[in-house]
């Protein structure tokens, strides 16, 4: 497939994904507690073996110099540190009394955002090289699932319909596909090789700053165990990746 193709299909795929927040609906709340955490500890891994395993070595091969490559990554690192200040982006992993209707569209406002970033950094990996694209969307898509459940929560718990939560989920992820097409649609006139770095950048800020304190806080030592292995198998399927697709 050519890159748009795999820009467009990625990008749908992300809106697809947008919607797997309903399931709550179907789950006891026990249970959704269970399972939240350490699927956060899996993204948080698949995040930061995406950028060191594949993006920032991916990069090093377009810019040689590596206080420029760092310097973007960097870049990356501080424009979301940026963003999470400026909009509160803590997607509310577990409901809150306080988590009522000026969070939700901060959630919205926030994801959309995130998504267009994401989806720019994701495209600029398809332009390179098919197989960083992939690599890095898979690790995009593993963050996503646990952050549209938090995501549905809160809308559900700020009062909005279910119908109305999953419509402005999925618009918000189509920012992820905008973000692709703008990306594909400067390529031709603009060297976009800074984006691997910077949105590797990206990944490691959500993954070190927001993942991994959330899985870090509890005092059951069986917990803390299964968020390690979670994180470990997150780490351990993008480097089977890049066993499997060397570059």
């Avoid at 993204?43 to 920032?56: E, P, Q, R, T, V």
């Avoid at 959630?107 to 960083?132: K, Y």
């Avoid at 090789?193 to 005092?219: M, Q, R």
Wanted: hydrophobic share 55%.
């Amino acid at each position: 497939m050519t890159a748009l193709a795999w820009i467009v299909l990625t990008g749908f795929g992300m809106s697809a994904i947008s919607l797997v927040g309903s399931v709550t609906l179907l789950m006891q709340k026990t249970t959704l507690e269970r399972l939240i955490m350490p699927l956060v500890a899996f993204a948080a891994g698949s995040l930061l073996g995406g950028a060191f395993l594949h993006m920032l070595p991916g990069a090093s091969k377009t810019i040689r110099d590596p206080v420029r490559l760092y310097l973007w990554t960097l870049a990356g690192f501080t424009v979301f540190f940026a963003l999470e200040q400026f909009l509160h982006w803590h997607h509310c992993q577990r409901a809150k009394s306080d988590c009522r209707k000026p969070l939700t569209y901060l959630v919205l406002i926030g994801d959309a955002l995130h998504n267009f970033l994401g989806g720019i950094g994701v495209a600029a990996l398809f332009l390179a090289d098919t197989r960083l694209g992939v690599a890095a969307w898979l690790a995009a898509a593993a963050h996503e699932v646990p952050q549209e459940l938090g995501d549905f929560g809160v809308l559900i718990h700020g009062g909005w319909s279910r119908r109305k939560a999953l419509l402005f989920n999925f618009l918000s992820g189509l920012t992820f596909l905008v973000g692709g097409i703008t990306a594909w649609m400067v390529s031709a006139s603009l060297d976009i090789s800074f984006l691997i770095p910077f949105a590797a950048g990206n990944f490691i800020y959500i993954g070190a700053s927001d993942l991994v304190p959330e899985v870090n806080k509890h005092l059951n030592p069986v917990a803390n165990i299964i968020h390690f292995f979670s994180f470990v198998a997150g780490l351990g399927l993008l480097w089977l990746m890049r066993l499997a697709m060397p570059s």
